[in-house]
Each structure stands twice: as C-alpha cells, then as structure tokens.
C-alpha cells in the first residue's frame, strides 16, 4: 500500500515484506526511474502494397514455373508430356479446390510449396514413362508396355512421395508454427493430389489410348 503521493522522490510503501523483499523491491523502483534518453536511429512504414508485391512475386513464381515445366515435358515427351501437362492442371486445380474447402489461407511459404508440388508431380510422370519406353524398347506392345509400366512405377512414385510426405506432417503438426506450418500443409496437399494425379488420372488417360483408341504407337518422346 502507498502512503501517501510522492513527491520530492521519496516515499514509502508498506506490505508484508522481509527484508531481501523490501530491498529489491527497492531496486525495481530505482531501476524503473531511471532516465533512458530515446534517439530514433531509423523509422520506417511499411504498408500494405508490400505485402501484395510479395504475393504478386510469389504468383508470377507460380506461373512463370509451370509454363517452363510444361514446356519441358511437351518438349521431351511429346504427346505424352501433354498427358503430363493436363494430370498437373488438375492437380492445381484440385489443390485449389481443397484449400477453399478447408479455408486455408495460402501464406507465401505455401506458394514456395505449390511450386515444389509442381516440380514433383511431373517427377512422378517421368519415372511412369520411362518405365514405360523401356517396356518398349524390348518390343512389347502399347497395351503390355503401358500396363507394365505403371505397374513397375507405383511402388517407386509412392515410396518416393512417402519420405516426404512424412515430413510434410511434422512441419504440418504442433511441431511447425506461423509460416513453417503453412508450408507443410501446402505440401502435404500437394503430395495427395500429386499421387492421386499421377496413379490415377494419367493412368485413366494412358489406358484409354491403348485400351480405348487402341493406338499401335505411343507418343513418347
């Protein structure tokens, strides 16, 4: 309790103190009453336009990835990196579609994982079609070469997709915290829809053109 109003610096203030108490009490209140000088050294303002720069440099990112990614496979894979090019279309449309279920906020460490999700969903599409031009190249047919190519890249897509995937939920849990979590979460969605694009949507496509169409040659870079 304080006495009374301190005026001349002095005052006194009373409790159930011993005196160890009394005494540090003492130096809080000398400490806290010292005069500290404030010289600005730098101030700065930092508005909004900042932030959509940020976002805007993180789309073109986005954009300017994919057009060279998609250049890429439809240069080397001819008709089927076209294949490739539409699974990865639907694949961002897919992860956009879940983040508006979700209601998550994409944070610009998350467009960093969106670019990366594109990088290794055409990962995947290289490893099927490689097996498959090997199946080919021993003189099997589209159908057989189709067939046993998706069936020797599974186990290599998804044990490739595993160790990041594990990954992508640690940063995603309690463990990952502001923008560190915002990555795994983008990660961990762009893994799925990487997978599912990849095992089932170019497989759809690959197996109508040699079930379906029942093309003899395949397009395969």
Not at 16 to 39: C, H
Not at 157 to 168: E, Q
Request: glycine share 10%.
């Amino acid at each position: 309790r304080i006495q009374g109003p301190i005026l001349g610096g002095r005052g006194q203030i009373s409790g159930d103190f011993d005196v160890q108490e009394a005494k540090d009490l003492a130096i809080v209140i000398r400490e806290g009453a010292l005069p500290v000088p404030l010289n600005i050294v730098e101030e700065r303002s930092v508005g909004p336009l900042l932030g959509q720069e940020a976002i805007d440099a993180g789309l073109k990112a986005i954009l300017l990835g994919l057009l060279l990614v998609c250049a890429y496979m439809i240069f080397y894979y001819h008709m089927s990196g076209v294949i490739a090019v539409f699974a990865l279309l639907i694949n961002l449309l897919l992860i956009g579609a879940l983040f508006s279920l979700m209601k998550f906020t994409i944070t610009l460490p998350g467009l960093a994982a969106i670019v990366l999700t594109m990088g290794m969903a055409v990962d995947s599409n290289v490893i099927i079609y490689e097996r498959i031009r090997e199946e080919l190249a021993r003189g099997k047919s589209v159908k057989l070469a189709v067939a046993a190519g998706f069936e020797r890249a599974t186990l290599t897509i998804i044990d490739s997709n595993l160790t990041t995937l594990i990954a992508a939920v640690i940063l995603a849990s309690k463990l990952g915290v502001g923008p560190i979590k915002g990555f795994g979460v983008t990660l961990f969605v762009g893994i799925v829809t990487t997978l599912f694009t990849a095992l089932i949507v170019t497989r759809a496509v690959m197996e109508w053109l040699a079930y379906g169409i029942e093309i003899k040659s395949l397009s395969i870079g």
